[in-house]
């Protein structure tokens, strides 16, 4: 497992490096990505060779094993021979070959677990390095918001009262001025120039024109039903129309008061 502690280490470091010169965290992931791809082009480099070690030791162990056969062979070709001495020689080599081929095959079943180890830990690892991938459009889009309302709240938190938002409110503040100051010289225009008789003649006229339309409005709304025929509120407007240079004269008030009163 020293091959991953070390690869582990080296992405650490180079992990934390990056990130404390992040000037621009697109790029540091992509280089992440980089150095795992990298570190993982090294570490299945690493479990290869460990495989292959472990397929020698059990080619080994299966040589040692077959050799030990061969002098058992031996062994009984020389039994049938007669020649003990040979068979015993031969019991030996083969004694010796089996002891050699139980000793790789131990070696060999402790070697086949720490590289089953080291390959579920290299999954791990490119499992890891495809989740690393998935993530990284998420976090860089998560970035580039961030870095919009930052730059939002720059923005805004650069406009101070005497911004051209300020300059907007004093421009309209200035308009309205000149409206009024506007309406005021017409008012004065009107009031104080030409013939006053005249335009005092103009407001009595604006005003019965008015009048009229009161007149008007009230024979509509009885037209319509809205309002009884000769009601008060009509009799009332209607009145109300008059100037009061509009009186009766004073002997047409003496003669109907004394047929009243004969």
């Known amino acids: 497992m020293g091959i991953f502690d070390r690869l582990s280490s080296l992405l650490r470091s180079n992990i934390n490096d990056l990130i404390s010169r992040a000037e621009d965290p697109e790029k540091m992931l992509t280089q992440i990505l980089v ?37 058992e062979q031996k062994a009984i070709l020389a039994v049938r021979e007669g020649r003990d001495d040979m068979a015993k020689q ?3 080599r083969q004694g010796e070959h089996m002891s050699h081929a139980q000793q790789l095959e131990q070696t060999w079943e402790q070697h086949r ?17 495809e989740e ?15 870095q919009a ?4 709240a720059e923005t805004m938190s650069s406009m101070s009262e005497k911004s051209a938002f300020d300059a907007f409110a004093r421009m309209e503040e200035r308009i309205e001025q000149n409206e009024r100051q ?6 004065i225009d009107e009031e104080f120039s030409g013939d006053t008789l005249a335009n005092q003649f103009k407001q009595l006229e604006r005003g019965a024109a008015a009048g009229t339309v009161d007149v008007q409005l ?7 039903g809205m309002l009884p025929a000769g009601s008060a509120a009509e009799k009332k407007q209607l009145g109300a129309g008059r100037s009061d240079e509009e009186t009766v004269p004073a002997e047409i008030e003496h ?8």
Do not use: F
């Open 35 to 71: 150095d795992m791809r990298s570190q993982l082009v090294k570490a299945k480099q690493q479990v290869a060779s460990a495989i292959a070690d472990e397929k020698r030791l059990r080619d080994q162990a299966d040589g040692e094993y077959r050799q030990a056969q061969d002098w």
């Open 90 to 92: 031969a019991l030996m």
């Open 113 to 129: 677990l720490e590289t089953e180890k080291l390959k579920n830990s290299l999954r791990d690892l490119n499992d890891k390095i």
């Open 132 to 146: 690393a991938k998935r993530k990284k459009n998420l976090l860089v889009a998560r970035q580039r918001r961030a």
């Open 149 to 152: 309302q930052k730059r939002i």
């Open 182 to 187: 506007l309406k005021a010289s017409i008012e």
């Open 218 to 224: 009230l024979a509509l709304k009885q037209k319509m």
């Open 255 to 262: 003669d109907a008061d004394e047929k009243k009163n004969p």
